[in-house]
C-alpha cells in the first residue's frame, strides 16, 4: 500500500463559496489526498482548522455521504439545535439525504485536524443558516430562489 507524503500537497485555504461566504474560511487549510492517491470512486482530505476557523458553512448532502476522524486538537461539531466536542479518534457520520445541518468550530488557542470523506457529488448541497445552495449539476451555487450567484 503506497504511503502518501502529505508534505508533498499543497496546503491551501481556496474555497468556492462566493463572498461573503468566503470570507469565513480563512482559518480552515485542507490537502486533497483522495487525487495524490490515485483515488476516483470517493473524495477524502486532511483539514486542519486555525483557532477560529470554521470546516465549511453549516451544510448537508441530499446525494453525499460524509465520514470524519478527529486526528488532534479539538473542534465543536455543530449540528441541527446540538453541539457536540470531538476529540482524537472521535468519528463522526453524515448519512446523504439527512437534513442535519454541520460544520466544525475551532474553539480553541490550537490547531485542530480531521480527515473526511465522501462519495462523489452529484446533487445539491444545502445550507440552512445562509442564502446559499450548492447545484452540482450545474456547477454553480445558487440564491436559495434559484438565482445564480
Known amino acids: 500500500m503506497p504511503k ?4 508533498a500537497i499543497e496546503a491551501t485555504n481556496r474555497t468556492g ?11 480552515r487549510w485542507f490537502r486533497r489526498l483522495a487525487p495524490a492517491g490515485g483515488l476516483s470512486d470517493f473524495g477524502v482530505s486532511h483539514v486542519t482548522l486555525k ?7 453549516r451544510h448537508w448532502h441530499d446525494t453525499v455521504d ?10 465543536v461539531l455543530v449540528e441541527e439545535g446540538s453541539e457536540t466536542v470531538l476529540r482524537p479518534g ?5 448519512p ?7 460544520h466544525l468550530v475551532n474553539r ?3 490547531d485542530c485536524t480531521f480527515v473526511v470523506a465522501g462519495s462523489p457529488d452529484s446533487g445539491q448541497c444545502h445550507y440552512p443558516d445562509i442564502d446559499l ?6 456547477g454553480i451555487y445558487r440564491h436559495k430562489d434559484g438565482e445564480p450567484y
Open 4 to 7: 502518501i507524503d502529505l508534505d
Open 96 to 102: 446523504k439525504g439527512a437534513p442535519n445541518g454541520h
Open 133 to 138: 445552495l450548492w447545484d452540482s449539476a450545474a
Open 108 to 110: 480553541t488557542e490550537a
Open 17 to 27: 463559496y462566493p463572498m461573503p461566504f468566503a470570507a469565513d474560511m480563512g482559518g
Open 51 to 57: 483557532p477560529g476557523g470554521i470546516s465549511s458553512q
Open 90 to 94: 472521535d468519528c463522526a457520520a453524515f
Open 66 to 75: 460524509e465520514f470524519l476522524v478527529m486526528l488532534d486538537g479539538e473542534a
